[in-house]
């Protein structure tokens, strides 16, 4: 009886810590940094001239130690065939229209140039550096219960005044993101569906035409 | 004679000095983006000379630098990213030589379904004199090319350009093509050259498993050209491709390029023949 109530006790408590948003970063990136995997994105975002458009992505995740991530545009048409491909030390942008990769070092690149880092998407722990997280609360979605979590840049230059996360509890990882300018509008909707487990490798996410013209940027 | 010896002397000297300061400035940067040994002869007119070329990080700004005999050229080029929505290109090249001088600007641009370039060169001599790789060509020459997407594979291009020779002979160009894009990309246009008309075909795709890119381009009609350009990746990771270019037409004119791990060269005949050898270094691998 006395260890029913201990292990109750330590549930209790485990579930009391999973409250916390270091708790559920935690949670989040040790789930997505488990093992490669894929997820299709959509919903609206937010162009350079304040349109706003609806938009598709591929995003494909290698987590560890040297972290790769590819985001395939699927929609809008005008940027079918697009990719972005980002790692610790370098942005990849292919521009399907003109052949041309060009490649930024990463801590020059401004990767938000859409209104939303979509690698953030897949690197949980930045984004909480990125932006002051408050859990909010729970609530049922139809993939199941979820943590409601809000937050506000730390950095003014990110393009966006709130955000809120909905974040899966039995298999944590994000289902939604939603960001907010400061008159409370939605700038950025987006959803984050079919997301599997993949065998990925870093030559798969690497993948470009042979002949695309390379532009180095400093 | 004395006076242009003097000259002579005085422009051998500011290039000595030019070629000092360039190379203090890789030894302190220790990590020039590339640069480029070449051997460049010809036969009718007979003509030999190195060719150097160096490409320094500035800022955000790349610095260009050319030397060849009694020729050299000084630009700067840029460009600024949109993440994947776009990018935009420029820039500018001085140069100098006993032959004459050449200036020429250029810029470039994308965004979302609309791509974008122009350029504009004068120079008061052939061009290839003042650089072997450019063409046998003097004077202004303007150009502009855009390119439209239509829907998600469809591709609308079109190519406009005008010169003005040394003589002051105008000449124009237009074409415009219409492109598919599927797993292959094919290219039907029209166009003409300086009042000869002639019509395109392109086709472009991969032909086997390790992703090998084979480009061909024809232009038959009043004009006659075949360009065919074949890359290869020989190691995906350093940016190492075996790249095989040929471009034959009909008033007989050819060249051949080949090209792997920083070596090239490049064979052509246009009324005489040329070879050019050239190798290239470039801190943290080739592109």
Same mark, same amino acid.
């Given at each position: 009886?006395?260890?029913?109530?201990?292990?109750?006790?330590?549930?209790?408590?485990?579930?009391?810590?999973?409250?916390?948003?270091?708790?559920?970063?935690?949670?989040?990136?040790?789930?997505?940094?488990?093992?490669?995997?894929?997820?299709?994105?959509?919903?609206?975002?937010?162009?350079?001239?304040?349109?706003?458009?609806?938009?598709?992505?591929?995003?494909?995740?290698?987590?560890?130690?040297e972290q790769l991530a590819r985001?395939?545009?699927?929609?809008?048409?005008?940027?079918?065939?697009?990719?972005?491909?980002?790692?610790?030390?370098?942005?990849?942008?292919?521009?399907?229209?003109?052949?041309?990769?060009i490649i930024q070092p990463r801590?020059?690149?401004?990767?938000?140039?859409?209104?939303?880092?979509?690698?953030?998407?897949?690197?949980?722990?930045?984004?909480?550096?990125?932006?002051?997280?408050?859990?909010?609360?729970?609530?049922?979605?139809?993939?199941?219960?979820?943590?409601?979590?809000?937050?506000?840049?730390?950095?003014?230059?990110?393009?966006?005044?709130?955000?809120?996360?909905?974040?899966?509890?039995?298999?944590?990882?994000?289902?939604?993101?939603?960001?907010?300018?400061?008159?409370?509008?939605?700038?950025?909707?987006?959803?984050?569906?079919?997301?599997?487990?993949?065998?990925?490798?870093?030559?798969?996410?690497?993948?470009?035409?042979?002949?695309?013209?390379?532009?180095?940027?400093? | 004679?004395?006076?242009?010896?003097?000259?002579?002397?005085?422009?051998?000297?500011?290039?000595?000095?030019?070629?000092?300061?360039?190379?203090?400035?890789?030894?302190?940067?220790?990590?020039?983006?590339?640069?480029?040994?070449?051997?460049?002869?010809?036969?009718?007119?007979?003509?030999?000379?190195?060719?150097?070329?160096?490409?320094?990080?500035?800022?955000?700004?790349?610095?260009?630098?050319?030397?060849q005999q009694g020729a050299m050229?000084?630009?700067?080029?840029?460009?600024?990213?949109?993440?994947?929505?776009?990018?935009?290109?420029?820039?500018?090249?001085?140069?100098?030589?006993?032959?004459?001088?050449?200036?020429?600007?250029?810029?470039?641009?994308?965004?979302?379904?609309?791509?974008?370039?122009?350029?504009?060169?004068?120079?008061?001599?052939?061009?290839?004199?003042?650089?072997?790789?450019?063409? !046998?060509?003097?004077?202004? *020459? /303007?150009?502009? %090319?855009?390119?439209?997407? $239509?829907? &998600?594979? @469809?591709?609308?291009? #079109?190519?406009?350009?005008?010169?003005?020779?040394?003589?002051?002979?105008?000449?124009?160009?237009?074409?415009?093509?219409?492109?598919?894009?599927?797993?292959?990309?094919?290219?039907?246009?029209?166009?003409?050259?300086?009042?000869?008309?002639?019509?395109?075909?392109?086709?472009?795709?991969?032909?086997?498993?390790?992703?090998?890119?084979?480009?061909?381009?024809?232009? !038959?009609?009043?004009?006659? *050209? /075949?360009?065919? %350009?074949?890359?290869?990746? $020989?190691? &995906?990771? @350093?940016?190492?491709? #075996?790249?095989?270019?040929?471009?034959?037409?009909?008033?007989?004119?050819?060249?051949?390029?080949?090209?792997?791990?920083?070596?090239?060269?490049?064979?052509?005949?246009?009324?005489?023949?040329?070879?050019?050898?050239?190798?290239?270094?470039?801190?943290?691998?080739?592109?």
């Amino acid at each position: 009886m006395n260890k029913l109530l201990a292990i109750a006790a330590v549930l209790f408590l485990g579930l009391g810590v999973a409250q916390t948003i270091p708790e559920i970063t935690r949670q989040v990136q040790a789930n997505l940094d488990r093992s490669p995997w894929e997820a299709t994105i959509s919903g609206r975002i937010q162009l350079p001239d304040g349109s706003s458009q609806e938009a598709e992505f591929r995003l494909q995740v290698i987590p560890g130690r040297e972290q790769l991530a590819r985001v395939e545009f699927k929609r809008p048409a005008a940027l079918e065939g697009n990719f972005m491909v980002v790692s610790d030390r370098e942005v990849w942008n292919y521009l399907f229209l003109t052949n041309q990769l060009i490649i930024q070092p990463r801590a020059r690149a401004r990767v938000e140039g859409l209104g939303i880092n979509l690698a953030d998407l897949g690197d949980f722990h930045q984004l909480s550096e990125r932006v002051a997280l408050r859990l909010a609360g729970e609530q049922n979605s139809p993939a199941g219960a979820v943590w409601r979590i809000t937050g506000t840049p730390r950095d003014a230059t990110l393009g966006f005044a709130s955000m809120e996360l909905l974040v899966l509890k039995s298999d944590p990882r994000p289902l939604s993101i939603t960001l907010r300018d400061s008159s409370n509008n939605v700038v950025s909707e987006l959803r984050m569906g079919d997301f599997r487990r993949a065998n990925l490798t870093p030559q798969m996410l690497r993948r470009r035409p042979a002949d695309a013209e390379i532009l180095r940027r400093n | 004679m004395f006076r242009v010896e003097r000259v002579k002397h005085r422009y051998q000297r500011s290039l000595r000095l030019v070629m000092v300061i360039l190379g203090l400035q890789l030894s302190a940067f220790g990590l020039g983006q590339s640069l480029s040994f070449g051997l460049y002869g010809r036969l009718s007119p007979d003509h030999l000379t190195p060719t150097l070329e160096a490409t320094l990080p500035l800022g955000t700004f790349d610095l260009h630098t050319r030397f060849q005999q009694g020729a050299m050229g000084v630009g700067l080029g840029s460009t600024m990213g949109f993440a994947a929505l776009g990018q935009v290109s420029y820039g500018v090249l001085a140069s100098l030589g006993f032959a004459g001088w050449g200036l020429q600007g250029s810029a470039s641009g994308t965004f979302g379904p609309l791509a974008a370039s122009i350029e504009a060169l004068y120079s008061n001599t052939l061009r290839s004199n003042l650089w072997v790789g450019d063409q !046998a060509e003097g004077g202004l *020459r /303007l150009g502009l %090319a855009g390119r439209y997407r $239509l829907a &998600p594979r @469809q591709t609308l291009g #079109l190519q406009l350009g005008f010169s003005r020779d040394l003589l002051g002979t105008p000449r124009g160009s237009g074409e415009l093509t219409y492109a598919l894009r599927q797993s292959q990309t094919y290219t039907f246009g029209l166009g003409v050259d300086d009042s000869r008309l002639y019509g395109l075909l392109g086709w472009r795709g991969e032909i086997d498993a390790a992703g090998t890119m084979l480009t061909t381009t024809l232009r !038959a009609g009043q004009l006659n *050209r /075949l360009e065919a %350009a074949l890359t290869a990746p $020989l190691d &995906p990771e @350093q940016f190492n491709n #075996l790249k095989l270019h040929l471009t034959l037409a009909y008033p007989w004119a050819a060249s051949l390029g080949v090209e792997a791990h920083g070596f090239r060269a490049d064979a052509a005949y246009d009324g005489g023949f040329s070879l050019w050898l050239r190798y290239r270094l470039t801190p943290g691998g080739n592109e």
